[in-house]
């Protein structure tokens, strides 16, 4: 059986962390258990984790506030959050806390274990693609600095403090300057799963990444609107110009 870390799940349902585990297990993780946001938090200062599936309604500190502080810990760990609530706004606030996919309750077991492997899947392309990338982990614009290997964004040498999917687009953008996104596209590449109908979370991240790195965010000179259309990033002569 392969040796990973575990997965911590943060849920204070034990009939759905049972399940988690037999089905986790099959996959070669082990669980880790926490019945409240609190002893959630500590048990993930106290060890590495391979992933954390974090219930939004908890005793103590509820899922939005842990996922606040794992994410201004830990940028990197992968955070599938559950909740029982279907409104728009919870599975929205989720995601631009960091949370990398979100299932309302309730769900199926083979969904959850689908969204799993999912997760797992991406972090595997995406250290394949860093892999592949070490001769240029450099991208430079100017004063804008994208070291792709330490995931650190500097700018007129000043380091930026940028969360997963803000480092996540600036790098898609970074990477194809020039190139025309809309926002489902930016959906699909950067959070890895059909958001359909979540666009407006890409405009969100947009203006606060705009706020990092621009000089004037209403003429922005490297994230540019494409009217009617979505998002590109500035071809290098035009930032010359």
Known sequence: MAN??????????PNICDLVEIHLGDLGYSLERAEDGESGL?????????LIILDLMLPSIDGFEVCKQIRAADKEIPILMLTAKSEEVDKVLGLELGADDYLTKPFSIRELIARVKAIFRRMEVDQEQTTADQEDTMLTYDELQVDLEKRKVTLDGEVLDLTVKEFDLLELFARNPGKAFNRQQLLDMVWGYQFIGYEHTVNSHINRLRNKIEQDTSN??????????????????????
């Open 4 to 13: 990973h870390d575990p997965v911590l799940i943060i849920e204070d349902d």
């Open 42 to 50: 500590e048990k993930f200062r106290e060890a590495e984790y391979s």
């Open 220 to 241: 922005p000179r490297f994230i540019k609107t494409v009217w009617g259309v979505g998002y590109r990033f500035a071809e290098r002569n035009e930032l010359e110009s």
